[in-house]
């Protein structure tokens, strides 16, 4: 294989970095004097490529001709140790579909492991679909701490279709709204408690016998 004589590649410069800034005049811009290139005007292959800010040297990079479209394995800056993928198009991962060697229900297919720091899944202008035969979600904690998954929607938060939901807490279970709560039953609606307490406003001016005006300012969201 030759080394080509085809224009600069324009990688990369959809990464990113901590900052997300190119060096500045107080900052070493990235030099490399023995970096190798291969390639036509159908893509490449280069060892020891700059990106574009000059803050990052990729030991290898593989390239089409447009810049947004390639994989990097970055070894200098603040990238020091990434893997970097960029694609205009779709990105597509396809594995286990060979049944000799993946068993359906007892083997890991696909693996994503970061064994320090957080793993992000972000879909800036879209839907993220989870589906499977099973989903489970597990938040193991770490140290006595942690081990909890958290639901935040600015709309609705919808379970549906599911024959039974059930919902089983060691210590407290609560429902709380700021408007109404409804709960029916179109054949039979069981409540049971070792002690049952019903408390409205009644008690808001003057506590009733067993003191449950403490009990209603507490759940009082007005």
């Not at 390639?39 to 089409?64: E, M």
């Not at 609606?189 to 406003?201: E, N, Q």
Request: glycine share 10%; charged share 20%; proline share 3%.
């Amino acid at each position: 294989m030759a080394e080509s004589r085809v224009p600069p590649n324009r990688s990369n410069d959809r990464l990113s970095s901590k900052s997300g800034q190119p060096p500045t005049g107080t900052d070493q811009a990235e030099q490399n004097f023995n970096a190798i290139r291969y390639g036509n005007d159908k893509g490449s292959l280069s060892f020891g490529h700059i990106h574009k800010q000059g803050d990052v040297t990729a030991g290898v990079l593989l390239a089409s001709p447009r810049g947004d479209h390639q994989l990097s394995l970055d070894i200098s800056g603040e990238r020091t140790g990434w893997t970097c993928s960029t694609s205009p198009g779709n990105f597509q991962v396809k594995c286990g579909f060979d049944p000799e060697k993946i068993d359906q229900k007892e083997n890991e297919s696909l693996i994503l492991n970061a064994e320090n720091g957080n793993i992000t899944i972000l879909a800036s202008n879209g839907k993220i679909r989870l589906q499977g035969i099973d989903i489970e979600l597990n938040a193991l904690g770490k140290d006595g701490s942690g081990g909890s998954i958290i639901m935040n929607a600015n709309e609705n938060v919808e379970i549906a279709h599911c024959k039974k939901f059930l919902v089983n807490s060691s210590t407290l279970t609560k429902m709380v709204s700021a408007g109404k709560c409804e709960i029916s039953a179109n054949s039979l609606l069981s409540i049971y408690g070792s002690i049952v307490k019903a408390v409205t406003d009644a008690c808001s001016k003057k506590d009733s016998k067993t003191g449950n005006k403490t009990f209603q300012k507490e759940n009082n969201q007005t």
